[in-house]
């Protein structure tokens, strides 16, 4: 059974960096696009960030030129860099991976940016 497992959330003052991981494990022939989404609450779901196979990106306004992703293809892996954070970044951050044709979901890590 394929699954996402995220870490690298926590507590972090404005301005700091947090950086999320996220791998996928199980039996993968293929991932396509990888990314990151988040929910604040009262919120909808947003997306932040995400990576295709070939290594382009697309970036949320909010977040353009403070986050970056990437990703380990070998190791079937996408991050989340995240620098100056802001009180408005927290959210519960969900990775989103296409996995063998099929959309599959992180179980979510919480970022709380606040002094």
């Known amino acids: 059974q394929v699954q996402l497992v995220e870490s690298g959330g926590g507590l972090v003052q404005p301005g700091g960096s947090l950086r999320l991981s996220c791998a996928a494990s199980?039996?993968?022939?293929?991932?396509?696009?990888m990314g990151w989404y988040r929910q604040a609450p009262g919120n909808q779901r947003e997306l932040v960030a995400t990576?295709?196979?070939?290594?382009?990106?697309n970036y949320a306004r909010s977040v353009k030129g403070r986050f970056t992703i990437s990703r380990d293809n070998a190791k079937n892996t996408v991050y989340l860099q995240m620098n100056s954070l802001k009180p408005e970044d927290t959210a519960v951050y969900y990775c989103?991976?296409?996995?063998?044709?099929?959309?599959?979901w992180g179980q979510g890590t919480q970022v709380t940016v606040s002094s």
């Open positions: 989103h991976a296409n996995i063998n044709d099929l959309s599959k």
């Open positions: 199980g039996s993968i022939f293929s991932i396509y696009t």
């Open positions: 990576i295709n196979r070939s290594g382009n990106t």
